[in-house]
């Protein structure tokens, strides 16, 4: 049994987190939020919605470490789920392959929740189907592509992470771009009323969706306009790199113990133990997909930053 001491902690931290989450989407709403503007107050409501998921997804990324407390080794901050794909409302792991093919991106429903981990994205009373994300496949939580050893995630994920990838035919392209930005990290849709061409229900994202068609391999561009409304009715929203970056920054920034101009953590986590905040390295023969140092100490959940913030 749980100690209720600690969990009652744990929900408290969440509950300010996700308030602290929210306070940076809000303030930054109005420029993030991208939307078909005439069809913005009959459906404040969706929008509303789109918002709660991408503080829940942050705040998720954010306190991934205790969300996996259980999990050896213990991951770091900044990932996100898989997406559901085949409509049962649970993320489908693992993700990043199709078809044998590495997905630059992985595309499908918000989960209702991680039931394993026990948090919730989307409400019940809610139709998971209309509600949609997209998310480079490096910040996933299990991986089929980076998947090595004891790790299911790729390393290391800080901000220094290079926006462009090698895709099938050997281009360097950024995963995912809204309306050509190619700082994006995720991006959110809610489907709206079905159009003449589509046919729901449905696990197809064409039949809710009018957006560009998936190529596995390929990046992708998403639009938040369209040209009619009759032809286009999706609301878009993003979680940019900036946005991923301040809140792991928020979290693992902070200097209270004491307060002397040294991020926490850069002290109380031992420079040379296995922890995501210290560098990934591995001591095996064989080699993980992403950059790894050859060392000693076996360390696949490294993320590297204490070499950005604390050298």
């Keep these: 049994m749980?100690?209720?001491?600690?969990?009652?902690?744990?929900?408290?931290?969440?509950?300010?987190?996700?308030?602290?989450?929210?306070?940076?989407?809000?303030?930054?709403?109005?420029?993030?939020?991208?939307?078909?503007?005439?069809?913005?107050?009959?459906?404040?409501?969706?929008v509303t919605q789109l918002e709660q998921i991408k503080q829940k997804m942050l705040a998720y990324a954010v306190m991934h470490p205790e969300v996996f407390a259980n999990v050896t080794p213990k991951p770091g901050v900044g990932y996100f789920p898989c997406p559901d794909v085949d409509g049962d409302g649970l993320p489908d792991n693992p993700c990043g392959i199709k078809s044998g093919t590495d997905q630059l991106y992985v595309f499908g429903n918000v989960p209702y929740q991680n039931t394993l981990q026990n948090f919730n994205f989307l409400d019940k009373q809610l139709d998971s189907r209309l509600y949609w994300f997209a998310v480079d496949s490096r910040f996933v939580e299990n991986s089929a592509l980076y998947s090595f050893a004891t790790s299911s995630r790729f390393a290391p994920l800080n901000d220094q992470l290079d926006t462009h990838v090698t895709d099938i035919h050997h281009k360097q392209v950024a995963p995912i771009l809204l309306d050509g930005d190619d700082e994006i990290v995720m991006v959110l849709f809610y489907a709206g009323d079905t159009l003449a061409s589509q046919a729901r229900p449905s696990v197809d994202a064409a039949d809710y969706l009018e957006q560009p068609v998936e190529i596995v391999g390929e990046n992708i561009g998403f639009n938040s306009t369209g040209t009619a409304m009759q032809d286009f009715n999706d609301y878009?929203?993003?979680?940019?790199?900036?946005?991923?970056?301040?809140?792991?920054?928020?979290?693992?920034?902070?200097d209270n113990s004491p307060a002397d101009q040294i991020p926490?953590?850069?002290?109380?986590?031992?420079a040379a133990g296995q922890h995501w905040f210290n560098d990934c390295s591995y001591n095996s023969t064989s080699r993980p997909i992403y950059s790894c140092d050859g060392v000693a100490i076996d360390n696949l959940a490294g993320q590297g930053w204490r070499s950005l913030l604390c050298e």
């Excluded at 878009?236 to 902070?254: D, F």
């Excluded at 926490?264 to 031992?270: E, I, L, R, Y």
């Design 236 to 254: 878009v929203i993003a979680i940019t790199r900036s946005e991923w970056q301040a809140a792991m920054l928020m979290r693992l920034s902070r």
């Design 2 to 46: 749980r100690d209720l001491h600690k969990q009652s902690g744990y929900i408290v931290l969440m509950g300010m987190l996700v308030l602290m989450i929210g306070a940076m989407v809000w303030f930054g709403a109005s420029g993030n939020v991208m939307v078909n503007r005439m069809m913005l107050q009959s459906n404040n409501e969706e």
């Design 264 to 270: 926490d953590m850069c002290v109380s986590v031992g």
